[in-house]
């Protein structure tokens, strides 16, 4: 079964780019008219998180600190009562529904999602994330014939416009905006972005777009053409309507089949480092899962194996991320700065395992959020307090 999985989630995030090239050129035909004019996210079962309310983003975020020298120091999770900005998110492939589209239905693997990647954004933002029939694993898998699949895909695509149409005539107000998704998700924003953000009036409201996990294009050497004509990749953390993204790598692995470069003529992946927006390399604050991955072994995390008891583990100055370009393309490389003579961990987990063996082909794609998680939320608070003094201008 986690073969299967596996097998499904490498096909997920290679696929779904190519069906939304080939997609992207048929969005006028895309037939949002019913889900907006219905008003399908009027109702709040269509929505995963929504503010003011007990859902799905409300979980356990409490996180163990582990220093190098194996003391363990408890960080608890707060967030404010009302945040100044708002979230918009959009989940990465996660349904193992046998269609080539998700149902309605919410699941475990929503609940498990909601708290890696968005729930604790609840600290700088009011987080929406309305639900979608994206492309399942099984289709975007390469198995159903290619153009059920671009079907499926203008199907997730107009759930995902339907919700942030109705998001902003009925919940916005003319707050800030976050975009954040990842894998699909990102995928289904970089479509929003450019259809209906991009040189568009809501892209006033943009405090900044995370599109982490996927490949956005720029042309080389520049931050701003390609994918979008007028949003820039992101290059400090003082700059809004910009764009953060990237793909993460082991150093020591790097990527494989070309996934971080593209074949577009004079154009190049876009990598953004969240920890470091203007380059180089710096330290990740990391939320990183205390339980098995996809596959992958149990985390360790003291040389003794002192057991963790909290859903999330920090291991501050243990790793490092820069954005590096080389034969391979462009792509975030995660370095450990492990000391054999400590008590902490040398290693973490986060790679993804088939019949045992280490796949490298997605790198380190199942944490790409927890690896910068930290840097994300401070990226986001610095990128909010600037929007909100222009807001006074």
């Known amino acids: 079964m986690i073969s299967r999985m596996i097998g499904a989630l490498i096909g997920a995030t290679l696929f779904t780019a190519s069906v939304s090239a080939m997609a992207e050129q048929q969005t006028e035909a895309v037939g949002l008219g019913a889900n907006v004019a219905g008003g399908l996210y009027a109702d709040g079962d269509k929505w995963l998180c929504l503010p003011g309310r007990a859902d799905t983003c409300d979980q356990d975020l409490a996180t163990t600190v582990v220093d190098a020298d194996g003391t363990m120091t408890l960080e608890p999770f707060a967030p404010p009562v009302d945040a100044p900005v708002d979230c918009f998110y959009i989940y990465p492939t996660i349904s193992l529904d046998q269609d080539a589209n998700a149902d309605w239905n919410e699941g475990p693997e929503e609940g498990r999602v909601i708290q890696q990647q968005l729930a604790r954004f609840a600290d700088v933002c009011r987080v929406y994330a309305p639900k979608y029939r994206q492309i399942t694993m099984l289709g975007a898998s390469g198995q159903l014939p290619r153009a059920e699949v671009i079907q499926a895909f203008r199907t997730a695509y107009g759930d995902v416009t339907a919700a942030w149409r109705y998001y902003l005539e009925n919940y916005n107000q003319g707050r800030g905006i976050i975009l954040i998704g990842h894998s699909q998700g990102s995928r289904m924003l970089t479509q929003l972005i450019k259809t209906e953000i991009d040189g568009k009036p809501s892209q ?7 599109l982490n996990g996927t490949s956005v294009v720029v042309p080389n050497g520049k931050v701003v053409g390609g994918d979008f004509q007028s949003m820039p990749l992101c290059t400090s953390a003082s700059q809004v309507g910009c764009i953060v993204a990237y793909r993460s790598f082991r150093d020591t692995i790097g990527p494989v089949n ?42 360790r995390w003291t040389m003794d194996g002192k057991t963790v008891d909290t859903p999330f583990a920090s291991v501050p100055d243990l790793l490092t991320g820069e954005c590096v370009s080389n034969e391979k393309g462009q792509y975030l490389t995660i370095r450990l700065k492990a000391d054999p003579d400590d008590q902490r961990t040398d290693d973490i987990t986060g790679d993804i395992y088939s019949d045992g063996r280490l796949n490298p082909d997605m790198g380190l ?18 990128q909010s307090e600037v929007w909100l003094a222009r807001q006074k201008e």
Do not use: F, K, Q
């Open 204 to 210: 006033d409201r943009i405090v900044a777009g995370y």
């Open 258 to 299: 070309d996934y971080a470069a593209t074949t577009r003529p004079g154009m190049v992946i876009a990598c953004v480092n969240p920890a470091a927006p203007a380059g180089g390399e710096a330290p990740l604050h990391s939320y990183l899962t205390t339980d098995a991955l996809m596959g992958g072994p149990v985390p």
């Open 365 to 382: 794609h199942l944490i790409d959020i927890n690896l910068v998680m930290g840097n994300l939320l401070d990226l986001a608070r610095s």
